[in-house]
C-alpha cells in the first residue's frame, strides 16, 4: 500500500504541475515521475546540503571520484534557505547570472 500511495502522490503532482503551466529544466510541459522524484529526493531543494559528494582521490591527477564510502559524507540541516522550485513564472530554476 505505501507504494500505491507513492505513484498516488507522483501522479497528483504531475497534474499540478502541468495545470500550472510549469516547464521542466529542457522546457518540456510533460513531466515524468522520473524527474519528479529526482527534485523530492535533492537535498538542495529542502534547504539541506550533503558534503564530500566526491572526492579528489589523487591530487596530481586532479581525477574526481564519486564517494562510495571511501570517506565521511556529512549531513547539514537547514544550511540554507529552502528553494521554491516551481515560481509562479514556470520556471523551475533561478535564471544564470
Given at each position: ?85 516551481f515560481s509562479n513564472s514556470g520556471?523551475?530554476?533561478p535564471e544564470k547570472r
Open positions: 500500500m505505501p507504494e500505491e500511495a507513492e505513484v498516488i502522490r507522483l501522479i497528483a503532482i504531475k497534474k499540478t504541475l502541468e495545470c500550472m503551466g510549469a516547464v521542466t529544466v529542457t522546457g518540456n510541459k510533460n513531466w515524468s515521475t522520473e524527474s519528479i522524484q529526482r527534485i523530492l529526493r535533492n537535498e538542495k531543494y529542502a534547504g539541506d546540503v550533503l558534503l564530500q559528494k566526491t572526492y579528489t582521490a589523487n591530487f596530481i591527477d586532479g581525477k574526481i571520484k564519486k564517494n562510495d564510502g571511501e570517506l565521511p559524507q556529512y549531513y547539514i540541516k537547514d544550511n540554507h534557505p529552502k528553494r521554491n522550485v520556471r523551475t530554476r
